[in-house]
């Protein structure tokens, strides 16, 4: 499998946008997208604050959690 570095920017999209209606539904993932698009946003910047509310402990249990979902597909 191609890793996202490696796939083209539609392909991205298409995956993308794939993800945020399969998390948030579709109405969901349209205002998603108007309110990254009507805002000023800088992804950098809020991904480094992202966990910072959560403790170490509970990323790595979260980050656990996640993983046996996948193996268990």
Known sequence: MNTYAEMSDSVIRREGLLALQDKLGYVGAERFISL????????????RNL??????EELAENA?????????K
């Open 36 to 47: 990254i698009i009507r805002e000023p946003f800088d992804y950098t910047k809020w991904q």
């Open 64 to 72: 656990d959690a996640y993983s046996e979902t996948l193996i268990n």
């Open 51 to 56: 966990f910072n509310d959560v403790s170490l």
